[in-house]
Nanobody
Framework: QVQLEESGGGLVQAGGSLRLSCAESGRTFTTYAMGWFRQTPGKEREFVAAINWSGSSTYYADSVKGRFTISRDSAKKTVLLQMNSLKPEDTAVYYC?????????????????WGQGTQVSVSS
């Protein structure tokens, strides 16, 4: 069983930055991919960014490419999402997710383990 807990959300003005952190605990797989997703009321959970087990490959949604950076520290069991140049449309609940195996996907249905989410609000 993998437990995930997000932190770092909050309220920021447009153009500002936030850094989200996802701490992993419990049983861990030797190889697994991590992703960040976000969701707003009435909409489906949306892919934001993902990273493979070694941290050598990263993937981003077009809407955040060039502004967000995903990284991981396996020794600390932490995945980070650095968010710069934030826009009001980035406002959402952000979720950290994990899936076993080396393959990275952008589909939320492929991820088995989820955190509780952290709210990110960007004011104009």
């Amino acid at each position: 069983q993998v437990q995930l807990e997000e932190s770092g959300g909050g309220l920021v003005q447009a153009g500002g930055s936030l850094r989200l952190s996802c701490a992993e605990s419990g049983r861990t797989f030797t190889t697994y991919a991590m992703g960040w997703f976000r969701q707003t009321p009435g909409k489906e959970r949306e892919f934001v960014a993902a990273i493979n087990w070694s941290g050598s490959s990263t993937y981003y949604a077009d809407s955040v490419k060039g502004r967000f950076t995903i990284s991981r520290d396996s020794a600390k069991k932490t995945v980070l999402l650095q968010m710069n140049s934030l826009k009001p449309e980035d406002t959402a609940v952000y979720y950290c997710a994990a899936r076993s195996g080396p393959v990275v996907t952008t589909y939320h249905t492929d991820y088995r383990y989820w955190g509780q989410g952290t709210q990110v609000s960007v004011s104009s």
